[in-house]
């Protein structure tokens, strides 16, 4: 069975920090590794990750994968209270998502 | 551009009850997709519609949960009778095709007391 794990389950930190979160995953068939930001309702989605070490950036977040540790990171930069949310891995399996539990980030001043 | 909306935001009932669930897709996405997180567990995926055609249903609980999709736009997802253990957050998701990224709602919360 697919399986996504993400690391740590929870970060508290200040603003200016950077962090960096972590997704291992061990699947049967990789297809794509997605990262997204869950606030108070939807998540939205962030990145969308199906080549190794090709980084994806947006502004202070950026992704990388290696397919051959199976595990993918998120970082951000200079973190802003606006960062607080859950961020979710997700491994895109066929048709389906695959998530992992998420990892809770609180940015403080 | 619309983004995926669900209704109701939050339903509250009681065991043995019916509830109907809401998700109208992003216009032109053929793919539907339903998810459940429960308390403290990942989210997790019950089905997906191709247009009005169910894809998968690997991810459906038990003959209680019943998702349809008629006419190819909106879904509904009806519980029936609704049990304690079907508490949790229902999100849908679309995409146009699915090799990409899915676009969620918002989610409906149940709670079943």
Redesign the interface.
């Known amino acids: 069975e697919d399986k996504?794990v993400q690391s740590p389950l929870s970060l508290v930190v200040h603003e200016g920090d950077t962090v960096t979160l972590n997704c291992s995953y061990e699947v049967t068939n990789f297809?794509?590794l997605?990262w997204?930001k869950q606030e108070k309702?939807?998540?939205?989605?962030l990145f969308?990750l199906t080549s190794s070490g090709i980084e994806k950036k947006s502004g202070r977040l950026s992704s990388i994968l290696d397919k051959k540790e199976l595990f993918s990171i998120l970082n951000i930069t200079a973190t802003q209270t606006g960062d607080s949310a859950i961020y979710?891995c997700?491994h895109?399996n066929?048709?389906?998502?695959?998530?992992?539990?998420?990892t809770r980030l609180q940015v403080f001043p | 551009e619309a983004?995926?909306t669900q209704f109701p935001s939050h339903s509250v009932i009681e065991k043995g009850q019916t509830v109907t669930l809401r998700c109208d897709p992003i216009s032109g996405h053929d793919?539907l997709?339903w998810?459940r997180r429960v308390m403290g567990?990942?989210?997790?995926?019950l089905l997906?519609f191709v247009k009005e055609s169910k894809?998968?249903e690997s991810?459906m609980p038990n003959n209680r949960f019943l998702a349809e999709r008629t006419g190819g736009t909106y879904s509904t997802l009806k519980v029936q009778p609704a049990e304690l253990e079907d508490s949790g957050v229902y999100?849908c998701?679309s995409s146009q095709d699915?090799?990409?990224?899915?676009?969620?709602?918002?989610?409906t919360r149940l709670t079943v007391l």
């Open positions: 996504v297809r794509s997605l997204y309702k939807a998540p939205t989605f969308m979710l997700a895109l066929t048709d389906k998502l695959i998530f992992g539990t998420g | 983004g995926v793919n997709y998810y567990k990942e989210i997790k995926f997906h894809q998968d991810g999100f998701a699915p090799y990409n990224e899915q676009f969620f709602g918002p989610g």
